[in-house]
């Protein structure tokens, strides 16, 4: 998702525990259902047990919903500062850019910005090929 926080109630995510526990209640309210209704021994039972596996599914998913919606309220402020940190940095190198090289145009990828940023900030030495930060090939111009 690129550095965004992903929402509590997005398609997609993996069941956690709680979801699994919730389930695995609701499987055995089910299986109680069929002992009740076959006229098995328990059958006096079966409709107590099958409630209160309800309910706890119910309560386990409920509460399990509680947790991720407020797991997810803290960590969003630290995602959103970091992303105004790094708008506000990159508004820099785009200044310092600009003032150094007037006759460029600024490109509005944030990467390629500070490729070129740091192509003219970096040592000769720094771009030999076993260099994690050496320039990217150059990108192909848009259509």
């Not at 998702?1 to 525990?17: F, K």
């Not at 399990?64 to 820099?92: A, C, K, N, Q, T």
């Not at 509005?108 to 192509?119: E, S």
């Amino acid at each position: 998702m690129g550095g965004q926080l992903r929402s509590p109630t997005d398609v997609g995510v993996a069941p956690s525990l709680g979801d699994k526990a919730a389930l695995w209640f609701v499987g055995l309210a089910m299986a109680f259902i069929v002992l009740a209704l076959t006229g098995h021994d328990l059958d006096g039972w079966a409709f107590n047990i099958t409630t209160e596996s309800l309910g706890i599914a119910a309560t386990v998913l409920v509460i399990g919903r509680i947790l991720r919606v407020e797991e997810h309220r803290r960590r969003s402020p630290r995602v959103d500062y970091m992303g105004w940190e790094f708008g506000l940095f990159l508004g820099s190198v785009a200044s310092d850019f600009a003032i150094t090289h007037r006759e460029g145009a600024i490109s509005p990828y944030a990467f390629d910005l500070l490729d070129g940023w740091l192509a003219d900030h970096r040592p000769p030495q720094a771009l030999n090929k076993d260099s994690p930060c050496r320039p990217r090939p150059a990108r192909a111009p848009d259509a």
